[in-house]
């Protein structure tokens, strides 16, 4: 199983990476893939907090629980699985200048851009088409840069959207709980 997936992980990667190289994408992914940098995703999860009316208000603390999850057991498994990033183990490929110290899997760009997609997908459906694809395309970003594998993608949505179902179904009640036991 190992090599099957490591064999799909090496082809998606060289055909995301190298065949669908474009001027237009190289400019278009380097800068799109910052929609799921924690920078954004914080910048726009506090927006909905401070100035969100109510609902939002409580979409954006939904949000903040939801990558709290997700980035920490992202976070964990980098560390504990270790996975080199692609570039130091396939040669050729497109890196785009970008170097980064951490390890692969699975990705934190993808799991935070899937924790806040779905969550905002969650509370307005009519705006999932367009979050969900907006992740959808950051985790392809990640792949195009040379940065992460498809399976890494793969984990990061997996983790995005599971840990945002999580908090939806079953924990935001409490959270609220929790922060109306403090008056706020």
Same mark, same amino acid.
């Given at each position: 199983?190992?090599?099957?997936?490591?064999?799909?992980?090496?082809?998606?990667?060289?055909?995301?990476?190298?065949?669908?190289?474009?001027?237009?994408?190289?400019?278009?992914?380097?800068?799109?893939?910052?929609?799921?940098?924690?920078?954004?995703?914080?910048?726009?999860?506090?927006?909905?907090?401070?100035?969100?009316?109510?609902?939002?208000?409580?979409?954006?603390?939904?949000?903040?629980?939801?990558?709290?999850?997700?980035?920490?057991?992202?976070?964990?498994?980098? +560390?504990?699985?270790?996975?080199?990033?692609?570039?130091?183990?396939?040669?050729?490929?497109?890196?785009?200048?970008?170097?980064?110290?951490?390890? +692969?899997?699975?990705?934190?760009?993808? +799991?935070?851009?899937?924790?806040?997609?779905?969550?905002?997908?969650?509370?307005?459906?009519?705006?999932?088409?367009?979050?969900?694809?907006?992740?959808?395309?950051?985790?392809?970003?990640?792949?195009?840069?040379?940065?992460?594998?498809?399976?890494?993608?793969?984990?990061?949505?997996?983790?995005?959207?599971? +840990?945002?179902?999580?908090?939806?179904?079953?924990?935001?009640?409490?959270?609220?709980?929790?922060?109306?036991?403090?008056?706020?």
């Amino acid at each position: 199983m190992r090599n099957i997936l490591k064999t799909f992980d090496e082809k998606l990667i060289l055909l995301i990476n190298e065949k669908m190289k474009t001027k237009f994408l190289d400019s278009f992914m380097v800068r799109f893939t910052n929609l799921g940098s924690a920078v954004f995703i914080s910048a726009f999860t506090f927006i909905l907090i401070i100035f969100g009316k109510e609902d939002w208000r409580n979409t954006g603390i939904q949000a903040a629980t939801t990558l709290a999850i997700s980035q920490s057991i992202t976070y964990g498994l980098k +560390s504990l699985l270790g996975r080199e990033r692609p570039y130091n183990i396939l040669k050729n490929l497109n890196t785009f200048g970008i170097i980064l110290k951490d390890y +692969s899997f699975p990705s934190g760009h993808t +799991s935070a851009s899937f924790s806040l997609a779905t969550t905002i997908a969650l509370k307005g459906p009519i705006l999932s088409v367009l979050v969900l694809s907006m992740a959808l395309l950051v985790g392809i970003s990640r792949i195009y840069l040379g940065v992460h594998y498809p399976t890494d993608v793969a984990a990061g949505i997996i983790l995005g959207v599971g +840990s945002a179902v999580l908090v939806h179904l079953y924990l935001f009640s409490y959270v609220i709980k929790f922060i109306n036991s403090f008056g706020i």
